[in-house]
């Protein structure tokens, strides 16, 4: 496996100002629903240390030609910040500090009265946050249209809306939009991202149940080999060679197999009702684990047996798998997966569906990577 990387700076129009094929060093990082970063350190003495300007595009581009891997853009983002810095023997660094484009949502706020339609909203989760989104990033974010100052991006736009992710609601006048967007997404479920989508071109996303694809085992066919999704699996094992140093945990430090749920009414008129997990309850003489939930705000008996059973849902067992990725010819980061994606991992006879919430890369001077890969738990 011979890795190549590029990384191409280009202006406020897109235009390709310098690329750069040596550096000293190359860091980057990518999380699910969070903002990334990188930073690119070069020879100070560069006489091209004058192109970083504000807003320039940072792209980082990856390749692989050995096993079929074309250049494609790995990371992308706008240079912030820059530092120039001498040692003690007079050499020089110079280093370009750059954020992803999902930063541009931070630079907005919800900048709308509070009580009318642009801070009041109630739907599901996708349409609501890409309300949100157009009407304080794109060409509606005006003040002609009711915005308090003009907030449109140039070249930024938002996807069409497919309806997906549960039910939100609130009032968000003055808030940070990227806050708004983020708590909208932890209730609902969606993913979201502002990806590049052309020359000086921005596009804000939402994703279902994942930010990249589905290549676990889940519905995977004898026949055709494919998942449920239409995707080759990607499993990580032992036997396969690509699962270093698994770590198994079974957690029950928090569990709560019955949760008593406090709803309206004084005394002994309040309306109490309790939920249980049968199952966890009976495996231990003494494992039966209360606590207690107020629901003050639902009044009829099936919302109280929701909020139980979320509560039952979320302090149940856990049974956690925790490994190193080892990067196989066979099965490579950035080809077979990569990070947003969910996979299987396999150790001691079971089966565990894990979410690849992030990536932690560095770049040396010779094009050796070291890729971290951070799991989460589907």
């Known amino acids: 496996m011979t890795v190549n990387y590029q990384v191409r700076l280009k202006d406020h129009n897109g235009t390709v100002a310098a690329i750069f094929v040596d550096w000293k060093v190359l860091t980057f990082n990518h999380e699910v629903n969070t903002v990334s970063t990188a930073n690119l350190s070069i020879n100070g003495e560069d006489d091209r240390i004058s192109l970083f300007l504000p807003d320039y595009q940072i792209e980082v581009w990856r390749a692989d030609k050995d096993i079929g891997l074309d250049w494609y853009i790995e990371w992308e983002g706008l240079c912030r910040t820059t530092t120039l810095k001498y040692d003690d023997d007079g050499q020089a660094t110079f280093t370009a500090y750059a954020s992803s484009y999902l930063s541009l949502l931070k630079r907005r706020h919800i900048m709308y009265y509070a009580g009318t339609t642009f801070t009041s909203k109630s739907g599901i989760g996708e349409t609501v946050m890409k309300s949100f989104v157009i009407q304080n990033c794109t060409s509606i974010a005006s003040t002609g249209l ?43 479920g ?73 709803g309206q009414g004084q005394g002994t008129d309040r309306q109490v009702i309790f939920r249980s997990n049968n199952d966890a309850i009976v495996e231990s003489p003494w494992n039966l684990i209360e606590s207690t939930k107020s629901a003050t705000s639902q009044s009829t008996v099936s919302a109280l047996n929701d909020v139980g059973d979320a509560v039952l849902e979320e302090n149940q067992p856990q049974k956690k798998l925790d490994f190193d990725m080892l990067q196989l010819k066979s099965l490579y980061y950035g080809k077979d997966y990569t990070w947003g994606d969910r996979i299987t991992a396999s150790f001691s006879g079971e089966n565990f569906n894990k979410l690849i919430v992030g990536a932690n890369i560095t770049v040396s001077a010779r094009d050796m990577e070291n890729i971290n890969i951070k799991f989460g738990d589907v």
């Open 146 to 188: 009711g915005r308090i100052g003009n907030g449109e991006f140039p070249g930024f736009s938002v996807e069409p809306d497919y309806h997906r992710g549960t039910t939100w609601e609130g009032e968000r006048s003055f808030k940070n939009l990227l806050t708004v967007v983020d708590d909208i997404a932890l209730k609902t």
């Open 190 to 262: 969606i993913y979201y991202d502002v990806i590049g989508y052309g020359d000086a071109l921005f596009q804000f996303m939402a994703y279902d149940e994942q930010r990249g694809e589905n290549r676990t085992t889940d519905g995977v066919s004898a026949i055709t080999g494919l998942n449920s999704y239409g995707n080759v699996p990607v499993v990580f094992s032992q036997e396969f060679g690509n699962m270093g140093n698994p770590l198994l945990t079974k957690d029950r430090g928090n569990e709560i197999n019955r949760v008593f749920v406090l």
